[in-house]
């Protein structure tokens, strides 16, 4: 499976982006997804995953009800909406697709990784 992310760019404090992240084939549909980021000189952290049916999703403490991950699998596209943008959530952003059918927060349950996208909030 290859990964294609997009949607990166630079926002205002207070702004909205969406990331999308487009899959290679159709079998994306069996996979659960998330996404990660990693801002400089930090460790790469998780963001959100949602499960294959995207009838299960999780997000991490610092993004939960800012962010929404979502899927369209007739499009193999996974989302994330993201609000209230925070010059915190600066950071390049990794699409992944898991292993199992269910979305995770342990990015070792992540075979296939897209090539990221920077997002950028000022203050």
């Known amino acids: 499976v290859q990964l294609q992310a997009s949607g990166g760019g630079l926002v205002q404090a207070g702004g909205s982006l969406r990331l999308s992240c487009a899959a290679s084939?159709?079998?994306?549909?069996?996979?659960?997804m998330g996404w990660f980021r990693q801002a400089p000189e930090k460790e790469r952290e998780f963001v959100a995953a949602?499960?294959?049916?995207?009838?299960?999703?999780s997000y991490a403490d610092s993004v939960k009800g800012r962010f929404t991950i979502s899927r369209d699998n007739a499009k193999n596209t996974v989302y994330l909406q993201m609000s209230s943008l925070k010059p915190e959530d600066t950071a390049v952003y990794y699409c992944?697709?898991?292993?199992?059918?269910?979305?995770?927060?342990?990015?070792?349950?992540?075979?296939?990784w897209g090539q990221g996208t920077q997002v950028t909030v000022s203050s």
């Open positions: 992944a697709a898991s292993r199992y059918g269910s979305g995770s927060s342990y990015s070792n349950n992540y075979a296939f």
């Open positions: 084939r159709r079998t994306f549909r069996n996979n659960g």
């Open positions: 949602i499960s294959w049916s995207g009838g299960g999703t």
